[in-house]
Every structure is written in C-alpha cells, then in structure tokens.
C-alpha cells in the first residue's frame, strides 16, 4: 500500500501500459455510478424517500369542486369570484406582453367611470389607491370594463321592507330569479391570441413583386455575374 507504482496489478498495463480497465480506454466518461439509489428508491428502511405518490388525484378533484359550490353558495347572490379586479401588464419585458388580473382599480380609473372611490369596495369593486396608470390604453380599457359592470349590476336592499330600500338599488320586480356569476374573472380578460395559423401561399405572394426568396436569389446571381458582365461591356467598347 506504501508504493505510489502500480506495477504489481497486471490489468492497468494492458494496453501500452495505460491505464484502460478502469476507464474503459477513450475519450470516454469516468464512471461514477451513484450506487446508493435504485430505481428512484434508497436502500435500507428509507425506501419511500425518492417515491412522491398521487393516489388521492379524484378525491382532491372532487373535494375542490365541492368547495367552490360552497363558497358560490355562502357568497349567493354575488358573484363567486369575489370583487371586480382590473386587466393588467405583468412586469418586466418577459411577461409585459400578457394579460392578467390586478389588485384593484385605480383613483383614475373609477373617477372617469364616474363611480366614487368609496362606494366602489360596497358594489363589489377592488380599488388600489397605490397603483398608477402608466398609458391611456390601459386606462380606457379598465374604465370600459368598470362601465361595463356598473351596467349589468343589480344592487340588492340591505334590509327587507320599504324602509331598507335606498336610493341606487334595484327594482324588486328585477331581483326575481336572479342567475348568480360564477365565472372565474367575473368579466373575461379578452387575451390576444398571438399565434398565426397555417395558410396557403396567395399568388400576389408569389411574385418576384413581393417574394423575398426571389429577390435575394436575383441579388445573389448580380453579384456573382457581376465581374463578367463588366468584362463584356468593356471588351464591346474596345
């Protein structure tokens, strides 16, 4: 064990004296086999540390549909998915290209819907006083969503009898068999799709007019004749 050599093993001087049999000769990867586990398991009484298992997938699928219907049912007849949320830019130049809902309206944005900022958190509309509008895009956007919402909305009386009606509310004859909302985003986010479909090529696209292909192709053959081109004129002229 003390000797650095290894001429006492006869397998590593097989091949010109290299060191072939553990490696395998080559450029090939040094093995380094992790052992200890074996077929996503580990040895020894931890054998179910690597397995994650997902025997209760129907049950949880049942379970959440159960407690949405109980929480659409305990929120009846507002709507399911809680308060009216704005469409906003997500940050950075990765996801600023996309859709999604916000924290809550805007002081601007409720002020051009004409709705006060106060009343809004009682008729179902999320405000957030620390958010700005940076365009007037998403500004108009947001108020067309608001007015849009203000327009289906049915207010009910706080308490029954005339003395609990109040000025706003809707009609009793209008709050017979009211459907509740249960959508999601309560008003859809109205997401472009970016993605274009398969088409044929048209023949004004054909055209050597409007085809890139072609253009590049003709430029392609100009220069490579251009040398001899210029010979022959110059030759005509002589």
């Known amino acids: 064990?003390?000797?650095s050599d290894c001429?006492?093993?006869?397998?590593?001087?097989?091949?010109?004296?290299?060191?072939?049999?553990?490696?395998?000769?080559?450029?090939?990867?040094?093995?380094?086999?992790?052992?200890?586990?074996?077929?996503?398991?580990?040895?020894?009484?931890?054998?179910?540390?690597?397995?994650?298992?997902?025997l209760d997938q129907a049950g949880r699928k049942k379970r959440r549909a159960n407690n949405r219907k109980?929480?659409?049912?305990?929120?009846?007849?507002?709507?399911?998915?809680?308060?009216?949320?704005?469409?906003?830019h997500p940050p950075?130049?990765?996801?600023?290209?996309?859709?999604?809902?916000?924290?809550?309206?805007?002081?601007?944005?409720?002020?051009?819907?004409?709705?006060?900022?106060?009343?809004a958190p009682t008729i179902g509309i999320a405000v957030d006083h620390r958010r700005r509008n940076r365009c007037q895009e998403s500004l108009q956007?947001?108020?067309?969503?608001?007015k849009m919402f203000k327009s289906?909305?049915?207010?009910f009386p706080a308490k029954s009898g005339k003395k609990g009606v109040k000025k706003g509310d809707t009609p009793k004859s209008e709050l017979q068999n009211v459907a509740q909302n249960t959508l999601k985003e309560i008003?859809?986010?109205?997401?472009?799709?970016?993605?274009?479909?398969?088409?044929g090529i048209t023949g004004e696209e054909k055209d050597e007019k409007y085809s890139a292909y072609k253009k590049?192709?003709?430029?392609r053959s100009n220069k490579h004749y251009l040398g001899s081109k210029m010979k022959k004129e110059s030759e005509k002229k002589e």
């Open 152 to 155: 289906k909305l049915l207010i």
């Open 187 to 199: 008003i859809p986010v109205e997401r472009p799709t970016l993605r274009v479909k398969a088409r």
């Open 92 to 119: 950075t130049q990765r996801y600023n290209m996309k859709l999604r809902l916000g924290k809550g309206f805007t002081l601007d944005e409720l002020k051009e819907a004409k709705i006060p900022a106060k009343l």
């Open 141 to 146: 956007a947001n108020v067309n969503r608001l």
């Open 70 to 88: 109980a929480k659409a049912a305990k929120l009846s007849p507002r709507p399911a998915a809680g308060l009216l949320r704005p469409v906003v």
């Open 7 to 54: 001429s006492s093993c006869g397998q590593c001087r097989s091949k010109g004296g290299s060191v072939v049999s553990m490696t395998g000769g080559g450029k090939n990867v040094i093995p380094n086999v992790h052992f200890r586990k074996v077929n996503g398991m580990q040895h020894g009484r931890h054998n179910r540390v690597m397995m994650r298992t997902w």
């Open 216 to 219: 590049l192709k003709k430029a």
């Open 1 to 3: 064990f003390g000797s």
